[in-house]
């Protein structure tokens, strides 16, 4: 165990500065998006009355936004050779549509808002992953990631956090939160514009050919196995809007609602930097068949819930899920793809969880609205399920990736 502790400790000092510096922009952008995000689902529903279905329908276009940008921002980051330049351009943007949501009075407004601010998080998204995996050294690859996904879920309950403290301070003020949120956003754009270098690649760049579509049937097997759980994992993992949601169906008061982020990014944030010592350790097959087991047990929890303690554990267990899935499934991604193509592959990746985050919102929306929130979690823990039958059918795929990924 102190060898594993040990070994841990030499591989966070041995990261480049870069994975660090990238870790901290995404700390800061989800920082002030969380301090958003765990409002504004009730902020829909309680000021704006909007029905939950249609929080379903914008919190699935707006993340299916994110992700679909992300397969012409991957390829087109391929194709330039630079990633940077678009990470840089979508924070930019997140950045500066943070602003519209204190202004917004209109449910058009919110729904321009929360668009363009994903449409920023889908430029920037593949770029910056493909980024990772360019700095990362291939020994510790899941580590990199590890570490920028503990950092950005660090941000993402601070977030929440913060929402609570402010929300008591200025007696549910929801603008005055929306604003102090801007302040983090610019830090991150700054901290991406200027903190982070970008290394040389060994790619010819008057040898490299334009995007072309067929450049996807160069992917592998085990890449689109990959995608193929990950497409089942989204139909299960719909928008984290309902876990606000039904904090507030269980009783807990507006301000502090945004709790239930808080514990779910903190389990998060704890588990994802392991998640990727361990995948590099022991292989990333078994690391991931435990974080989808852990979701069919959340799932569980907040379908049968009526108390704010069992609530919590799901929240915690959700959590636990993303932490040893989310970091894990960009490692597997960048070990399957072609270096040359690995922004396109994380658009691949995410062009399909897009469409999956879609249709898993507005059904979790629907089932709300009409059976209630036990229906829309127990839909959730079945796709679950299902899930991990097919990665266990899938195992054979998975279980040379961690020595293929040198």
């Known amino acids: 165990m102190a060898d594993q502790v040990l070994a841990a400790s030499t591989a966070l000092r041995n990261l480049p500065r ?20 765990a409002l504004l689902p009730i902020y829909l529903v ?107 879920t660090i941000g993402a309950f601070l977030g929440p956090l913060a929402a609570i403290g402010l929300m008591l301070f200025t007696g549910d003020n929801y603008a005055a939160v929306f604003w102090i949120a801007v302040i983090p956003a610019f830090i991150a754009f700054g901290l991406m514009a200027f903190g982070v270098t970008e290394p040389e690649r060994a790619i010819d760049a008057t040898a490299r050919p334009k995007p072309q579509f067929a450049d996807v049937w160069r992917l592998s097997g085990p890449f689109w196995a990959v995608v193929a759980v990950a497409v089942v994992l989204t ?51 078994g ?24 609530l919590l554990f799901g929240a915690v267990f959700w959590g636990l899920h993303m932490g040893l899935t989310q970091g894990l499934l960009a490692t597997l991604v960048a070990d399957t793809a072609p270096a040359d193509l690995r922004g396109t592959a994380f658009g691949v990746f995410n062009l399909a969880s897009g469409v999956a985050m879609l249709v898993a919102s507005v059904v979790a929306g629907a089932l709300w609205d009409v059976y209630g929130p036990n229906a829309t979690f127990l839909a959730g823990a079945a796709f679950t399920a299902i899930a991990l039958a097919g990665l266990l059918a899938l195992r054979k795929q998975f279980r040379s990736d961690n020595t293929s990924s040198a």
């Open 287 to 310: 690391v991931l068949i435990v974080g989808v087991a852990t979701l069919v047990v959340a799932d569980l929890l907040l379908a049968l819930t009526t108390s704010v303690p069992i």
């Open 46 to 152: 309680a000021v704006l009355g909007a029905s939950t279905l249609t929080v379903g329908l914008i919190e699935g276009v707006a993340e299916s936004t994110a992700m679909i940008t992300k397969i012409f921002s991957g390829a087109l980051s391929d194709w330039l050779g630079r990633r940077k330049l678009l990470a840089v351009i979508g924070y930019g943007l997140a950045a500066l549509t943070k602003p519209i949501f204190p202004l917004a009075t209109t449910l058009e407004w919110v729904v321009t808002a929360r668009f363009l601010d994903r449409a920023g998080k889908g430029i920037r998204g593949a770029p910056r992953d493909a980024l990772v995996a360019d700095l990362a050294p291939a020994p510790l690859r899941g580590a990199s990631f590890g570490l920028r996904q503990s950092l950005d």
């Open 235 to 285: 139909l299960a993992r719909f928008s984290e809007a309902f876990l606000v949601l039904r904090a507030q169906n269980v009783g807990l008061a507006i301000a502090i609602v945004p709790v239930v982020m808080v514990v779910m990014n903190i389990a998060y944030a704890l588990a994802a930097y392991p998640a990727g010592m361990l995948s590099d350790w022991f292989g990333r097959q």
């Open 18 to 37: 870069g994975i660090w510096t990238l870790g901290f922009v995404s700390m800061f952008m989800d920082l002030s998006s969380e301090m958003i995000h």
